[in-house]
């Protein structure tokens, strides 16, 4: 949950329909979580399909989903620049993840693993792109169901 920008949309909503109810109607709210769960989701898998697009194995595609999360955590405690230090994170932790599995266990070459690593972090960066999209949609639709 690297960027929880959606949720926070979210948790906004529902304090605001607890403080004056009948602000949104619950099926708004409830598509705007199935929305933010999409998002989640697109973020998580994002890396492990720029790997694998780029001809990563299982295990290159998972270790850049995993190394995108922990890059994402320490990204934060290292650059401490809201936002920045976690994206950076995230970005250069699916690479490394992707990048040291191939090349470490999996035995390809230098060139295949850098190639792998550079789609996991292409991978990773458009999923921060795309799920900043979907909480711009959460939001929209929120204003706009507010006043309609």
Known sequence: LTLPGAWCVILVALLMQWWQPGTFSWWTIGVCIGLAALGEVLEMLASAAGASKAGSSKRGALASV?????????????????????????VAGAAGGALLVERGVVGKTWQESREVAKGAAVGRLWATVAKLGVTITIALTLIIAAFV
Request: hydrophobic letters at 55%; charged letters at 0%; a neutral charge.
């Open 66 to 90: 995993v190394g995108s999360v922990g890059g994402a955590l320490v990204g934060t405690v290292l650059i401490p620049i809201p936002l920045l230090g976690t994206l950076i994170g995230a």
